[in-house]
């Protein structure tokens, strides 16, 4: 078996739910926003995946404390993911990169029932 980027759901204590995209380093890359269902957050993947290949979907943005991240935009323009924080834009290209050639192919763990 080879080494493949993740997207797992998981479950807040507040019973919502959200999808992140975990390089195969145990990174988390990508987070999806947060969904009131386990439906929801199952087509917020969907959501994702069918956006996040066209690089004209990821916004560049500077945090207040000077790192680096982006968004991706779904088809109304409003954000449907956010990447971790980069520390130069570098990095923060090599992120979109990733995550648009492996979100086709990330499988997805569903560990919203994990104790």
Known sequence: MFDMEIFVIHKQSDEHYYAALRANNGRIILKGKDCSNLSECKYSIDSIRSNATDYSNFELLTANDGKYY??????????IARSENFEDTTLRYEGIVLVRRTIPYAIVDDQSFAV
């Open 70 to 79: 982006f968004r991706v935009k779904g088809s109304g323009g409003d954000e």
